[in-house]
């Protein structure tokens, strides 16, 4: 056996990933039709091709989610193939959680994967409960395989007999004792198997078998599986042993016309698998379960979020991004009582003047809230805007949190990994970047909005509610997901989860008590606008909305 590596290999690490089947991250894979011509030349020499798609110095486990592929990793990679005809190409990652480039002959890697180029592609990374196939281009099988950790102990074996391949699955708790090399299960059925004879033999293998053991007793039966009607039934004998330990098992196989039946067997050994015999069959159609779509989808979440975030925190030469008659529509300012030298209620009146008007603001609320709270933030003190201002901007140029891998001290931001000198993209640094704008920003955002109301009343608990939900989510990120790729060590030192929040705490406390000693809205602004009124004549609506800017205690 020849073994041509491009670097070493690594198939599966200890990573916890949810496995839960859900629409929002998973992609059906293309089928495929094979015809089962079989004039390929696949030579008695096996080849095995073990890729390493890490770059090094390498960030911790957790961030690496997804790899990437270059053009001239794949170039070198069909360079190998065509040196090395016909391989298993092994690594660690699946084909759907690879970036890849296109090679100079055009093709990416999956197209590599699904051409007869290669026999079988092994993988590992996501940890399945048992094993999942893939099939991908023309017909060519993707294996990834289960995690062999101490929750699941478990690996594989494939089986190469007379060209027909096959991945087993093996329990460490539970050894195997037998093993069907043919016929090939449904499942596995690739461009390479062949799946057309009709008169071939049902083959078993036994381990841990000696020349002075009883032969074992295995009958067979065979289905129609469409009406589940026998049409052949016997039992296996000893064909021969292979080695020492080691004895196969056969009968003879004919089937008389194409279809699928079911394979059953029983006595030493129990199985049932479905099987093709016919010129052609469809393969395909799986579907990939594991954070597929969730590469593309964070890049939107992140960009929509943060010009969103931008556009309520950043000062602009113009106000028709503010709303102030529909915010107060909202607080439902609509006359002034009180005396303002003391505890007065400042309210403004608003006079809609029919339904339509109602309808526009209603939508205008719904559709285009985050304007409705730029509108409040515009009245903060210009202190607390030039924090929030930084808040969401820093998540361009501050790092999100720090590791060590190795002794080289690494950071993580939204443009990837740093690590001794060397930069690379990671997809997890965007999503540190959504937990960041989602999990800090957002709701400094919503309390500085909720204390900038001109009356402030019982409704703004409501606001609260959605101020504190993403607020108990800083623990979990911390605790769970930042700690994981940052070590205990480095967690705390986090500039966006655990520094910069700890700072804006700070502040807010300062405010909130000069906000409750004082009030937010200055009450010379409105004296002065009360007072003018019977001067100029102007309504107090009219008034207030002639402030562009009203003047804040901080």
């Given at each position: 056996?020849?073994?041509?590596?491009?670097?070493?290999?690594?198939?599966?690490?200890?990573?916890?990933?949810?496995?839960?089947?859900?629409?929002?991250?998973?992609?059906?894979?293309?089928?495929?039709?094979?015809?089962?011509?079989?004039?390929?030349?696949?030579?008695?020499?096996?080849?095995?091709?073990?890729?390493?798609?890490?770059?090094?110095?390498?960030?911790?486990?957790?961030?690496?989610?997804?790899?990437?592929?270059?053009?001239?990793?794949?170039?070198?990679?069909?360079?190998?193939?065509?040196?090395?005809?016909?391989?298993?190409?092994?690594?660690?990652?699946?084909?759907?959680?690879?970036?890849?480039?296109?090679?100079?002959?055009?093709?990416?890697?999956?197209?590599?994967?699904?051409?007869?180029?290669?026999?079988?592609?092994?993988?590992?990374?996501?940890?399945?409960?048992?094993?999942?196939?893939?099939?991908?281009?023309?017909?060519?099988?993707?294996?990834?395989?289960?995690?062999?950790?101490?929750?699941?102990?478990?690996?594989?074996?494939?089986?190469?007999?007379?060209?027909?391949?096959?991945?087993?699955?093996?329990?460490?708790?539970?050894?195997?004792?037998?093993?069907?090399?043919?016929?090939?299960?449904?499942?596995?059925?690739?461009?390479?198997?062949?799946?057309?004879?009709?008169?071939?033999?049902?083959?078993?293998?036994?381990?841990?078998?000696?020349?002075?053991?009883?032969?074992?007793?295995?009958?067979?039966?065979?289905?129609?599986?469409?009406?589940?009607?026998?049409?052949?039934?016997?039992?296996?004998?000893?064909?021969?042993?292979?080695?020492?330990?080691t004895s196969l098992y056969s009968a003879p196989l004919n089937i008389e016309d194409f279809g699928e039946y079911t394979l059953e067997l029983n006595g030493d050994y129990q199985e049932e698998r479905n099987f093709i015999v016919d010129s052609s069959t469809k393969v395909g159609n799986e579907v990939w379960v594991h954070y597929m779509s969730a590469k593309r989808i964070i890049w939107i979440i992140l960009v929509v979020e943060f010009i969103i975030f931008m556009l309520i925190v950043t000062p602009l030469p113009f106000n028709f991004l503010r709303f102030e008659k529909i915010e107060n529509w909202i607080e439902g300012i609509d006359y002034l009582?009180?005396?303002?030298?003391?505890?007065?209620?400042?309210?403004?009146?608003?006079?809609?003047?029919?339904?339509?008007?109602?309808?526009?603001?209603?939508?205008?609320?719904?559709?285009?809230?985050?304007?409705?709270?730029?509108?409040?933030?515009?009245?903060?003190?210009?202190?607390?805007?030039?924090?929030?201002?930084?808040?969401?901007?820093?998540?361009?140029?501050?790092?999100?949190?720090?590791?060590?891998?190795?002794?080289?001290?690494?950071?993580?931001?939204?443009?990837?990994?740093?690590?001794?000198?060397?930069?690379?993209?990671?997809?997890?640094?965007?999503?540190?970047?959504?937990?960041?704008?989602?999990?800090?920003?957002?709701?400094?955002?919503?309390?500085?909005?909720?204390?900038?109301?001109?009356?402030?009343?019982?409704?703004?608990?409501?606001?609260?509610?959605?101020?504190?939900?993403?607020?108990?989510?800083?623990?979990?990120?911390?605790?769970?997901?930042?700690?994981?790729?940052?070590?205990?060590?480095?967690?705390?030192?986090?500039?966006?989860?655990?520094?910069?929040?700890?700072?804006?705490?700070?502040?807010?406390?300062?405010?909130?008590?000069?906000?409750?000693?004082?009030?937010?809205?200055?009450?010379?602004?409105?004296?002065?606008?009360?007072?003018?009124?019977?001067?100029?004549?102007?309504?107090?609506?009219?008034?207030?909305?002639?402030?562009?800017?009203?003047?804040?205690?901080?």
């Amino acid at each position: 056996m020849n073994q041509n590596t491009i670097n070493q290999s690594i198939i599966n690490h200890k990573l916890s990933f949810s496995d839960k089947k859900t629409s929002f991250v998973s992609k059906k894979n293309v089928s495929s039709n094979i015809k089962n011509e079989f004039d390929r030349n696949l030579s008695n020499e096996l080849n095995i091709i073990a890729l390493n798609v890490f770059n090094f110095p390498t960030a911790r486990s957790l961030l690496l989610l997804f790899s990437n592929m270059s053009k001239q990793f794949l170039d070198n990679l069909e360079k190998t193939i065509e040196e090395n005809p016909n391989p298993i190409v092994m690594a660690h990652y699946p084909v759907f959680e690879i970036h890849s480039a296109k090679s100079s002959k055009g093709r990416t890697f999956e197209q590599i994967v699904g051409s007869s180029d290669i026999r079988l592609y092994l993988c590992g990374h996501a940890h399945p409960y048992s094993l999942e196939i893939q099939h991908h281009g023309e017909g060519n099988m993707e294996i990834v395989a289960p995690s062999n950790s101490e929750k699941f102990q478990l690996f594989g074996l494939v089986s190469i007999d007379n060209g027909r391949l096959m991945w087993h699955q093996v329990d460490i708790r539970n050894p195997m004792k037998f093993m069907t090399t043919h016929p090939i299960s449904k499942e596995q059925i690739s461009i390479h198997t062949n799946f057309q004879e009709k008169d071939t033999e049902i083959r078993v293998i036994r381990f841990n078998s000696t020349f002075d053991q009883p032969e074992a007793k295995i009958s067979f039966s065979i289905k129609n599986s469409k009406n589940r009607k026998i049409i052949k039934k016997g039992e296996l004998k000893l064909a021969r042993f292979m080695d020492n330990s080691t004895s196969l098992y056969s009968a003879p196989l004919n089937i008389e016309d194409f279809g699928e039946y079911t394979l059953e067997l029983n006595g030493d050994y129990q199985e049932e698998r479905n099987f093709i015999v016919d010129s052609s069959t469809k393969v395909g159609n799986e579907v990939w379960v594991h954070y597929m779509s969730a590469k593309r989808i964070i890049w939107i979440i992140l960009v929509v979020e943060f010009i969103i975030f931008m556009l309520i925190v950043t000062p602009l030469p113009f106000n028709f991004l503010r709303f102030e008659k529909i915010e107060n529509w909202i607080e439902g300012i609509d006359y002034l009582s009180g005396n303002p030298s003391h505890n007065e209620t400042m309210v403004v009146e608003i006079n809609l003047k029919n339904n339509n008007m109602k309808v526009t603001y209603w939508l205008l609320s719904i559709f285009f809230g985050f304007l409705l709270i730029r509108t409040r933030y515009q009245r903060a003190p210009l202190g607390i805007k030039i924090m929030a201002l930084f808040a969401v901007y820093s998540v361009l140029f501050i790092p999100t949190l720090e590791f060590n891998t190795e002794g080289d001290i690494g950071i993580v931001w939204v443009y990837g990994v740093l690590i001794n000198k060397v930069s690379y993209f990671i997809d997890y640094s965007v999503y540190y970047a959504v937990l960041y704008l989602t999990f800090v920003c957002y709701p400094m955002i919503a309390i500085i909005s909720s204390m900038c109301v001109y009356q402030w009343n019982k409704k703004q608990l409501g606001d609260l509610i959605f101020v504190f939900l993403p607020l108990g989510g800083i623990p979990y990120v911390i605790i769970r997901i930042a700690y994981q790729a940052s070590g205990k060590s480095l967690i705390m030192f986090s500039p966006q989860f655990v520094i910069l929040p700890l700072l804006y705490i700070i502040i807010f406390i300062v405010w909130g008590y000069k906000w409750r000693k004082s009030g937010i809205i200055s009450k010379n602004v409105f004296g002065n606008i009360i007072s003018s009124n019977s001067q100029t004549g102007k309504t107090i609506q009219e008034s207030l909305n002639s402030h562009d800017q009203v003047k804040l205690d901080l």
